[in-house]
C-alpha cells in the first residue's frame, strides 16, 4: 500500500500463529487413510439410508393421519343398516374404491412428497417408504444392523423381501431375532451369502413362509421381450423363472455355448445369445463357426450334429457327501458326437435327501431350495458320496477334514472328491464380497503348492484349498495381497495396506454341519462360564426339590 494511505502492510507468517490444523484433502492421503475413509464413507451411507427409511415411514405415518381426519370430517364410517353395508360390499367386490372422493390415500400422498424431494419415481419412493415401515414395525433388529453399519442398504432390502411372506407375528420376530444374532456375530459377507443365510433362518423358523414362497414362484413366472432404452437395433429379455427351472435353463445355454470348437470366433456370452436363439428355432445344438466347420458343414464330426431327442433332455449332476450331496461336473467336450448335457450343481443333507429332516439344499448360482424340490430334483440324478468324518466314530481325528479324499496332497491337481468336498463347503467365491458361483471357478492353494519338492509344504488337502474366481486368484498370486485359512477353514485376506477381512463368513460348512472339520477343545474362559451355568443348573434343581419336600401336594 503507498505509504500514507493511512494503513501500514505487513506480511504475516502463518506457523508464527496457533490455528486449527487444517483437514488433509483425500488426494493428501495414503492408501491406507483412504482405506479407513472408504469404510468410514460406508458406515455413514448405512447409517443415513437407515436414517431415511425412518424418516420416509414417518411422513407415511403423518399423511395416513392426515387422511384418516380428513375422511372423519366427511364420514364417520359407521353404516347404519346391514343394505348400506352390503351396497358398500358389493360396490368393493366390483373394484370401486368408496374412499376415492376423498383423493389420493395417504400413501400416495406420502409418495409424492418423497418422490419430490429425493427427485426418484413413485416406484422408488415407495419402496423407501415400505422398507421404513418394515425397519419400523417388522424388522427392528436387522434395522439396528443397518443403523450400525453392520450391514448396508442394499443387504436389508434383501432381508425385507426374504421375509415379506411371513405372516405370523411372532415367527417375524424370531426370524428378526435370529437374523441380527448372525448378522452381528459374523464377519461382513456378500450378498450371494448374505441371501443364504436369510433364506436358511426363513427356512428354520419360518417354513410355513418357504411353503408361500414355492406357490407364488410358480404363479409369477414369466418371460418378456422390450426394446432396449438405450441402444437402437436392440431387445432386452427378461424371464421370472422357480430357481430349479432357471438352474436348468441356464446349464443348458451354458453347455451348448461350451460345446463349439475351441476356433469358434464368438466369444461366450455371444455364443450363449446364439444358443437361446436356437433353442428357440427348435434345434438342439448350436452351430459352430470355425473355420473347419464353416468349409464343411455338412461334416458329421461338427458338435451341432447330434440327435435332438438326447440333447433335449438335460441331466441333473449331483453329488450327495456322507451326509451331504453335492453337485460333480461333467466334461461337456468330450464326444462332440453326442449332444452336450446340461449340469448344475445341488448341495443337500443325505438325511434330507432320504426323509428323515427337511433341512434346505443349496442351488449353485441360486441361493437354496427347499427340501421337497431338492427331493424331486435329485431322484433320477447322478451320485457320487464323499466322507468329510471318519467312518469310524471312536476313531481318533483325522488330520485333514477328509481322509479318503486327502491321499494325493502331494499331487498338485485335486482329486474329484476332494474337489466336491471344499466346493460343497462353500457358496461362492471366497474373496471378500464375490458372488462367483462356487462350481464355475479355480481352486487355489492358500499355502502355495511346491512343484520342485511337494512334501516341503502347500499339501493339496481340504484345509489348504478353497474356490476363487479367475480375477481374484490372479489378484492373489500376482499382487501383494495375502491369504490365510485357519483350522476352521475360514478365510482371511490382508490387503497391501494392512487390512484384513473375512472372506467366508457364512458358508455351505454353516449349511451342512457334516462337513465342518472337527473343531478344537474350547477356551478355558468358554469352559468356565459353561460350568458357572451348570452349577446354577444344579443349584436351582436342589432348591426346587426342597420346596417339594417342604410342601407335598395338596398344596
Known amino acids: 500500500m503507498p505509504s500514507g494511505a493511512g494503513a501500514e502492510s505487513t506480511s504475516v507468517d502463518p506457523s508464527q500463529h496457533s490455528v486449527e490444523p487444517r483437514l488433509r484433502l483425500d488426494d493428501e492421503l495414503a492408501a491406507s487413510e483412504l482405506i479407513e475413509v472408504l469404510s468410514h464413507c460406508a458406515g455413514l451411507a448405512a447409517a443415513s439410508a437407515h436414517r431415511m427409511m425412518v424418516v420416509a415411514s414417518l411422513i407415511h405415518d403423518e399423511r395416513e393421519m392426515d387422511y384418516a381426519q380428513q375422511r372423519a370430517e366427511t364420514h364417520s364410517g359407521e353404516l347404519d343398516s346391514i343394505e348400506a353395508f352390503e351396497n358398500l360390499s358389493a360396490r368393493v367386490a366390483a373394484g370401486e374404491n368408496p374412499y376415492e372422493q376423498f383423493g389420493p390415500n395417504g400413501l400416495e400422498q406420502a409418495i409424492a412428497e418423497v418422490g ?6 413413485p416406484a422408488e419412493a415407495k419402496e423407501l417408504i415400505e422398507a421404513g415401515d418394515a425397519l419400523r414395525y417388522r424388522l427392528a433388529f436387522t434395522g439396528h444392523a443397518l443403523a450400525c453399519g453392520r450391514i448396508d442398504k442394499r443387504r436389508f432390502l434383501i432381508a425385507l423381501k426374504r421375509t415379506d411372506l411371513i405372516t405370523d407375528t411372532d415367527e417375524m420376530q424370531t426370524v428378526d431375532a435370529h437374523l441380527a444374532e448372525a448378522t452381528f456375530a459374523r464377519a461382513p459377507m456378500s450378498t450371494a451369502r448374505f441371501t443364504a443365510m436369510v433364506d436358511s433362518i426363513v427356512a428354520k423358523w419360518a417354513p410355513d413362509a418357504i411353503r408361500r414362497r414355492k406357490e407364488r414362484v410358480k404363479g409369477d413366472r414369466k418371460v418378456t421381450v422390450t426394446p432396449d432404452r438405450f441402444t437402437p437395433g436392440q431387445s432386452r429379455i427378461g424371464g421370472t423363472l422357480p430357481a430349479a427351472d432357471a438352474a436348468e435353463f441356464d446349464a443348458r445355454l451354458s ?6 470348437h475351441a476356433g469358434d470366433p464368438r466369444t461366450l456370452p455371444m455364443r450363449r445369445a446364439d444358443a437361446l436363439k436356437a433353442l428357440a428355432r427348435g434345434e438342439a445344438a448350436l452351430t459352430c463357426l470355425c473355420d473347419d466347420c464353416a468349409a464343411a458343414p455338412g461334416d458329421t464330426d461338427s458338435p451341432h450334429d447330434v440327435d435332438a431327442e438326447v440333447a433335449a433332455a ?16 461333467r466334461d461337456t467336450n468330450a464326444s462332440p458326437s453326442l449332444a452336450p ?3 448344475f450343481h445341488i448341495v443337500v443333507n443325505l438325511s434330507t435327501l432320504i426323509g428323515l429332516d427337511d433341512d434346505p439344499a443349496f442351488l449353485d448360482r441360486h441361493s437354496i431350495l427347499d427340501a421337497d424340490t431338492a427331493r424331486t430334483l435329485l431322484a433320477e440324478a447322478r451320485r457320487t458320496y464323499i466322507h468329510p468324518t471318519p467312518a469310524n466314530p471312536d476313531a481318533p481325528p483325522a488330520p485333514a477334514p477328509v481322509a479318503d479324499a486327502n491321499s494325493s496332497a502331494t499331487r498338485y491337481a485335486p482329486s474329484k472328491k476332494l474337489q466336491a468336498l471344499v466346493r460343497a463347503g462353500e457358496l461362492c467365491c471366497t474373496f471378500p464380497g464375490c458372488n462367483a458361483p462356487v462350481w464355475q471357478i479355480d481352486l487355489d492353494h492358500t499355502e502355495p503348492f511346491d512343484h520342485a519338492d511337494p512334501r516341503r509344504g502347500g499339501p493339496t488337502d481340504a484345509r489348504n484349498l478353497k474356490p476363487l474366481c479367475r480375477f481374484h486368484h490372479r489378484i492373489k498370486t500376482f499382487t501383494s495381497w495375502q491369504d490365510h485359512q485357519d483350522e476352521l477353514q475360514t478365510a482371511w ?7 484384513m477381512f473375512v472372506g467366508n463368513a457364512f458358508s455351505g460348512r454353516d449349511l451342512f454341519n457334516k462337513l465342518t472339520p472337527s473343531r478344537p477343545p474350547d477356551h478355558p474362559a468358554r469352559s468356565r462360564l459353561n460350568d458357572l451355568r451348570d452349577n446354577d443348573f444344579r443349584r436351582q434343581q436342589r432348591a426346587d426339590k426342597r420346596w417339594n419336600d417342604a410342601n407335598p401336594p395338596p398344596f
Open 116 to 121: 419430490a424431494t429425493l427427485t426418484v419415481t
Open 255 to 260: 453347455s451348448m455355448a461350451t460345446a463349439v
Open 314 to 329: 438335460a441331466e441333473r449332476v449331483v453329488d450327495p457327501s456322507a451326509d451331504s450331496v453335492v453337485a460333480e461336473p
Open 341 to 343: 448335457r446340461a449340469t
Open 493 to 499: 485376506y490382508t490387503t497391501p495396506t494392512g487390512h
